[in-house]
């Protein structure tokens, strides 16, 4: 089983809403990823968990917050976005990932959650 | 600054056409990986090709890691084969996971 799978598929928000997106894996995975993909554009990676640990951070608002409670579940937690955070959210996962070592990490990925805030 | 670069940024071709992908890179790379984006969104792995030549079906990848350059060949392309085509490397100096612009291919009937 290689699949991940995100939910919801679709989300429209409001500026002011509180709103997260899940994803899950169940194929022993340590490493978990979220990227932002805007229209006509490559994914961007956003954060990685390597063992329920946060191990990057590239630099994101801090209206977004992710969160790992276990090995197979990775949450992004949605607070204050702009219309500009409309984007393709994607969720992947690979065996493990250090920083700083070698990595085997062939990614696998979730179909997205196709975010719009107005 | 650190770049990924993938060539052509646009393919049209008839079906049952050849092609070649190209991802060239400026530093070493620990990974590479090859991923299929379909109209949906969906990224599909092809290849996981940090060196040495693979091959499933009519895909096969070749990358060159001292020469920094990863290729895609598509044989007899079909109408599904039409969507975006990413390849991703794991820069060996910093780690930074990135992604080039990547192919559209677009396969006529």
């Known amino acids: 089983d290689t699949e991940v799978t995100q939910t919801p598929k679709h989300l429209v928000m409001g500026m002011t809403n509180k709103k997260s997106l899940k994803c899950e894996q169940h194929m022993g995975h340590r490493a978990m990823y979220w990227y932002k993909q805007k229209a006509k554009k490559p994914p961007e990676l956003m954060f990685v968990?390597?063992?329920?640990?946060?191990?990057i951070n590239e630099s994101v608002p801090s209206r977004f917050s992710p969160e790992c409670p276990n090995s197979s579940l990775l949450n992004l937690h949605l607070h204050a976005l702009q219309p500009e955070d409309s984007a393709l959210y994607l969720c992947?996962?690979?065996?493990?990932?250090?920083?700083?070592?070698?990595?085997?990490?062939?990614?696998?990925f979730g179909p997205g959650t196709r975010l719009t805030v107005t | 600054g650190i770049q990924v670069e993938q060539s052509p940024p646009d393919l049209i071709l008839q079906e049952g056409a050849n092609s070649t992908l190209r991802c060239n890179f400026s530093d070493s790379v620990n990974n590479l990986q090859w991923f299929h984006q379909n109209p949906w969104g969906q990224l599909i792995n092809l290849f996981y090709?940090?060196?040495g030549t693979k091959q499933n079906g009519r895909l096969s990848a070749t990358t060159v890691a001292t020469e920094r350059y990863s290729l895609l060949y598509i044989s007899s392309s079909q109408t599904t084969d039409s969507g975006v085509y990413f390849c991703a490397v794991e820069m060996n100096r910093d780690d930074k996971i990135i992604f080039g612009k990547g192919t559209r291919l677009h396969i006529l009937p």
């Open positions: 968990y390597s063992y329920e640990k946060l191990s």
């Open positions: 992947a996962s690979s065996q493990s990932y250090q920083r700083g070592s070698v990595n085997s990490y062939e990614q696998y």
């Open positions: 090709i940090p060196s």
